[in-house]
């Protein structure tokens, strides 16, 4: 069984080259359907995929790529799947912390501005 979360491509650069440069890669070929069209819209869009593989196999995570040039996908499965892993898991709870706090030190006002919570008092407007 396969599951696929998507994720932005930032974070895939935020993981480190050194993974892919140590990988095996994988090109797909989808069958057309709704589902592998808006897939590839989505990463068409700044996304890429992060593929788990369940069940007892030495493959845990693959990463998805969509190349619009050449409209194809292409599969980078790290040979050093243990620390990939690791790394993956420690940058998207980076992100998720990073989005938390940016999300509570701001506040929106009467969609007219926002304003650093953690700096300044909001001032009222009326």
């Known amino acids: 069984k396969l599951v696929m979360q998507m994720i ?3 974070l895939v650069q935020e993981i480190g080259g050194q993974y892919f440069r140590n990988s095996r890669s994988v090109l797909l070929h989808p069958n057309e359907c709704n589902s592998s069209a808006t897939m590839t819209k989505v990463m068409s ?21 969509y190349s619009q040039d050449k409209k194809s996908y292409i599969g980078l ?3 050093d799947q243990l620390n990939f892993v ?25 969609g007219w501005k926002i304003v650093n919570t953690a700096q ?6 009326s």
Do not use: Y
């Not at 069940?55 to 693959?62: N, P, R």
């Not at 300044?120 to 407007?125: A, E, F, G, N, R």
């Open 8 to 10: 932005p491509k930032t």
């Open 45 to 65: 869009n700044g996304f890429a995929g992060c593929v788990h593989f369940t069940g007892s196999c030495d493959i845990k995570v693959m990463i998805l790529l």
């Open 77 to 79: 499965i790290p040979n």
């Open 86 to 110: 690791e790394r993956i898991w420690r940058v998207i709870q980076q992100k998720k912390t990073q989005d938390k706090k940016e999300k509570e030190s701001f506040l929106w006002i009467k």
């Open 120 to 125: 300044t008092s909001p001032v009222d407007k």
